[in-house]
Nanobody, 117 residues
Framework: QVQLVESGGGLVQPGGSLRLSCAASGFIFSINAMGWYRQAPGKQRELVARISNGGGSTNYADSVKGRFTISRDNAKNTVYLQMNSLKPEDTAVYHC??????????WGQGTQVTVSS
């Protein structure tokens, strides 16, 4: 049974930083590319960062490039998202999942990130 547990969100002022974590279980983590997705109110879920199965390749949405860094620890079945220089438009619920997304992989509860003064 696939389980993804995100944590690390919160309320932060513009310009601040947060580090998100996602603990995965129920599948072979180390053979899957992983990504961080986000969904803002009234908007579709979007992929903002992707990391290859071995961690050697990363890709970012233009909106977060240069501010967010994705990483992973295959020994801990965990993927991270370091978010710096946060903007109000980064406010969303953040989820992790495999990339490309597969219907067989259920979504976790996500972690809320709110950027506001």
């Amino acid at each position: 049974q696939v389980q993804l547990v995100e944590s690390g969100g919160g309320l932060v002022q513009p310009g601040g930083s947060l580090r998100l974590s996602c603990a995965a279980s129920g599948f072979i983590f180390s053979i899957n590319a992983m990504g961080w997705y986000r969904q803002a109110p009234g908007k579709q879920r979007e992929l903002v960062a992707r990391i290859s199965n071995g961690g050697g390749s990363t890709n970012y949405a233009d909106s977060v490039k240069g501010r967010f860094t994705i990483s992973r620890d295959n020994a801990k079945n965990t993927v991270y998202l370091q978010m710096n220089s946060l903007k109000p438009e980064d406010t969303a619920v953040y989820h992790c999942n495999i990339v490309p997304y597969d219907l067989g992989y259920s979504w976790g509860q996500g972690t809320q990130v709110t950027v506001s003064s």
